[in-house]
């Protein structure tokens, strides 16, 4: 079993910075792959970005350029470094985690809110 909590949502000007953080615990082993996950008013959820355990990323095309997304070395922890900051940005943001084929489990954070003001 995994839990994940976010942190570091708020609200920040058009053009500014943020830095989302997701702690993992529990079963910390079984993680694979850890990324962000947005829910905009009235839209689907949205992939932000992905990391893999080995280091390999993968990003929104909206967000390409502006998020970063990062894990410590334990890789019980990911990070969302959202810069350039836009009034679409806003969105609840959730991280997940999905684990190694063989246990074949995925999780949900509770999510923390965004919002980017104009």
């Known amino acids: 079993q995994v839990q994940l909590v976010e942190s570091g949502g708020g609200t920040v000007q058009a053009g500014g910075s943020l830095r989302l953080s997701c702690v993992a615990s529990g079963s910390t082993f079984t993680i694979d792959v850890m990324g962000w996950y947005r829910q905009a008013p009235g839209k689907q959820r949205e992939l932000v970005a992905t990391r893999t355990s080995g280091g390999r990323t993968n990003y929104a095309d909206s967000v390409k350029g502006r998020f970063t997304i990062s894990r410590n070395n334990a890789k019980d922890t990911v990070y969302l470094q959202m810069n350039s900051l836009k009034p679409e940005d806003t969105a609840v943001y959730y991280c997940?985690?999905?684990?190694?084929?063989?246990?074949?489990?995925?999780?949900w954070g509770t999510g923390t809110l965004v919002t980017v003001s104009s």
């Open positions: 997940h985690a999905d684990t190694f084929g063989e246990y074949g489990k995925d999780y």
